[in-house]
């Protein structure tokens, strides 16, 4: 299991007793966790997330490191949260549906597109086996790299290029999660997903969109609609 360097609120002396330290405020890491099991708890079990894994990931990787200093205080809470360059952190609800949705195993190359502040890509990254994510904003791409490395993730990959066009190298996925609103279904992407592959993606047009569950069986493809949702636009050749 990963470890994500939570200080802990206690201090070991050197005769093997404990000391507590000041009492825990708003903001301390042990309050954080606090925080996060709330939100497992209620914003995702109680609301029909039921697979394990996902929530144990949710419950594990520190949302907050992923949120810029000034809306930290509210990395726990029910909604999305601005990040740079206009774009925004996903509700944690979005995101666990979409983790659900494309039932990781532990064994698959994922492709995740649209990487923003690294928080999803975290999640992958404790759900399987290798994270190839893309984001088109340098600025984006590096700070969530930047926070990834720090949280001692090994298994992720991220790269300033444009997603909607995939990222040929690696492909094929067994999974690809896209995680900015396309128009359709970018042809690319289909192109880049393995046999018995399964994309999660939403689709459609600024308030009217669909979170899509592609799969692809040999040239075809067959599509369910998983659940309403708001993402930012996926800009780009295949793209808006
Ligand atoms: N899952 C992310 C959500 C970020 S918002 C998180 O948890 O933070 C969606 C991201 O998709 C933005 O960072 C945006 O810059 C990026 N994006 C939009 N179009 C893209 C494209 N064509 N290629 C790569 N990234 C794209």
Known sequence: ????????????????SHTSQTPMRFGDPASYDEQRQEMVELQLRRRGVHDARVLEAMLQVPRHEFIPEEFRAQ????????????????????IAISLQAIALTGSESVLEVGTGSGYQTALLASLTRQVYS????PELAETAERTLRNLGFSNVQVSIRDGSQGWKEHSPYDAILVSAAAPSVPRSLVEQLADEGRMVIPVGPPHTQHLLLVRRNGLTTTTETVDGCRFVPLVGAEGY
């Open 134 to 137: 893309a984001e088109r904003h």
């Open 1 to 16: 299991m990963l470890k994500f360097g939570a200080a802990s609120g206690r201090q070991h002396n050197s005769d093997g």
């Open 75 to 94: 990395a726990y809470e029910d909604h999305p949260l601005p990040i740079a360059k206009e774009q925004t952190i996903s509700q944690p609800l979005i």
